[in-house]
């Protein structure tokens, strides 16, 4: 199992593209989910891949905590928070709170997901509280 | 299988380990890492046995660490790492046959390390049952593009060594 191939060096024009395309695609994706108002956040809980609960943040005026399967997350004016989880390696917990729009955090060993996002297709002017 | 193919796909294996071993421990020492984020250079041995023995070679290494995240981190971790390692292995395989052409190491390191966490996300995604956890990507996305690159060039700078070492 010798290799034969010779070993070129240096980069080629195709690691120029993919680096280029890579920061370009981050790029968009991270102007296109943090940017917009904050104050018209909602949070989107999943468990086991069911919408469980859709809560609109800017509506709390005291904080609270709710248990979603084995997880428990405390929920605020300005985002949510996994405080515990019953799963192994506590990443869910590591990612502290969750406060913009675009932002997502997964408890995956206790299949539970948290998406913030805004109102969708409606702009701050055009909630009605 | 020849001996000596046993014996390399072995030290193989066990460097993978090692290398992924340590780098658990270091992971929290490293600022600015995406939550779950990890260096990957676990990737190094599998680009370079998709060198020296294509795809079945980085199948093998995967299969290895798979087995090893089942016993120390559970099922979870060692189907994400199965969806990951898989897509990264068939990636960077396909791409070793055109190295130099398409991508240099450089390229193959980074689109590895963008498979592996796309794949990896994947798993996450069937495992909690919703793809809204792609959200998460485009923290990966720019991280798997410093880490690939980190990996695609030790083991640039390691092949020529790499292979003195097997002509002997």
Do not use: W
């Amino acid at each position: 199992m010798t290799i034969d191939k010779e070993i070129k060096k240096g980069i080629t024009r195709g690691d120029v593209i993919l680096v280029a395309a890579v920061l370009l695609l981050s790029a968009i994706l991270f102007i296109m989910s943090f940017s917009g108002e904050r104050e018209t956040l909602r949070a989107e809980i999943y468990l086991s891949g069911e919408k469980v609960q859709e809560i609109l943040l800017s509506d709390i005026t005291e904080s609270y905590t709710i248990k979603i399967g084995e997880c428990e997350l405390l929920i605020e004016k300005n985002g949510v928070t996994f405080i515990s989880s019953e799963c192994s390696d506590k990443l869910c917990i590591k990612k502290g709170k969750l406060t913009r729009k675009g932002d997502a955090m997964a408890c995956v060993p206790e299949k539970v997901v948290v998406n913030i996002k805004s109102i969708k297709g409606k702009t701050p002017d055009s909630v009605t509280y | 299988m020849k001996s000596k193919k046993v014996a390399t796909l072995g030290i193989m294996g066990a460097l993978a380990l090692v290398l992924g071993f340590m780098e658990n421990m270091l992971v929290p020492d490293i600022p600015f890492l995406p939550v779950g984020a990890k260096p990957g250079l676990s990737n190094i041995v599998t680009m370079y046995a998709a060198t020296a023995m294509g795809l079945p070679g980085a199948v093998y290494i995967t299969f290895i660490k798979v087995i090893f995240a089942l016993i120390t981190r559970g099922v979870t971790a060692s189907f994400m790492s199965l969806c990951g390692g898989l897509l990264s292995a068939l990636a960077v395989s396909i791409l070793i046959k055109y190295e130099g052409k398409i991508f240099s190491f450089l390229g193959i390191g980074i689109t590895g390390a963008l498979m592996h966490n796309m794949g990896q996300l994947f798993g996450a995604s069937v495992i909690s049952g919703t793809f809204t956890i792609f959200n998460y990507a485009k923290y990966l996305l720019i991280f798997s593009l410093i880490t690939g690159a980190v990996t695609g060039s030790m083991l640039m700078l390691l092949m020529p060594r790499l292979n003195k070492l097997q002509q002997t």
